[in-house]
């Protein structure tokens, strides 16, 4: 790739890139975030070479020390791979750790991958319900308790206050993995953390289904409450389909919204 294609590939010339939240970064996590997202998008194609570092360097306006920073980080989520005298490449999308927080990040700002929505959804139908059936039988009463405060900050979390209600969950969800006193699931509680926190960020809207959504997690909760470990199973399996058409419906148009304070998410 030329120089002049290399620029032109990237939109930008030689510029600084603003962090998507509008604070202050390093050079080197805009980079990575800057890269990350065009290769999570597409524009750089599975399998394809990124420009040399000298291309970068310019395009990027950055030392090399700032830009191979960038490019050990893009590595390290298993999004690109080095080789001498073949360049860098982009490996293919199976390889990339879209579970890593800061990757889930970057994903909220392009357009969803309805893949990874569905295989999400997939994946928490799987792992959800049987942590819920476990914890009804090996929940202590701190664990319990844990639960049952996470559920009372849902239910009393203002309308309007998206973070709050985002929090609320996924201590909830997180509270249920720890329940089940597996390690395993246990473990599951960041990265679990960080899915949720792109799903509801994906589903930014006014939703009638809130309310819905809400008693079904006061359902959960009974269920475990009462040692009831099939009926656990089940209603932590009805609770996440109840958003997964929403979250579905969004990917497939494509829409992404910002989150704001004016609206309220499907929990799940």
């Not at 191979?68 to 390889?95: N, P, Q």
């Not at 979390?157 to 997180?174: G, I, K, S, Y």
């Not at 959960?220 to 470990?229: C, H, K, Q, T």
Request: with cysteine; glycine share 6%.
């Amino acid at each position: 790739m030329t120089m002049d294609a290399a620029i032109a590939s990237t939109g930008q010339g030689k510029q600084d890139i603003p962090a998507a939240d509008g604070t202050t970064s390093s050079l080197k996590d805009r980079i990575a975030r800057d890269l990350g997202q065009r290769i999570l998008a597409g524009s750089y194609a599975q399998h394809s070479v990124l420009p040399t570092e000298a291309e970068l360097c310019v395009i990027y306006g950055a030392s090399r020390t700032a830009l191979r920073d960038a490019l050990l980080t893009l590595s390290a989520k298993g999004l690109i791979e080095a080789r001498k005298r073949a360049g860098t490449r982009v490996r293919v999308s199976s390889e990339w750790n879209r579970l890593d927080a800061q990757v889930l990040e970057w994903m909220r700002d392009i357009e969803p991958d309805l893949d990874f929505v569905r295989g999400l959804i997939e994946a928490r139908l799987v792992i959800e319900p049987a942590a819920a059936q476990l914890a009804a039988k090996m929940a202590t009463s701190g664990d319990l308790a844990v639960i049952e405060a996470a559920y009372e900050a849902m239910r009393i979390a203002p309308q309007d206050d998206l973070a709050a209600c985002l929090d609320a969950d996924v201590r909830f969800h997180t509270a249920i993995l720890r329940a089940s006193r597996n390690p395993v699931f246990a473990n599951l509680g960041n990265m679990l953390a960080a899915a949720l926190s792109f799903s509801f960020r994906l589903t930014t809207s006014a939703t009638a289904n809130y309310q819905q959504t809400l008693s079904a997690h006061g359902d959960v909760l009974e269920a475990i409450r009462m040692r009831r470990a099939d009926d656990a199973h089940d209603q932590m399996k009805a609770l996440i389909g109840i958003a997964s058409n929403d979250l579905l419906a969004v990917a497939r148009k494509g829409r992404h919204q910002q989150p704001i304070a004016a609206a309220k998410a499907d929990t799940v």
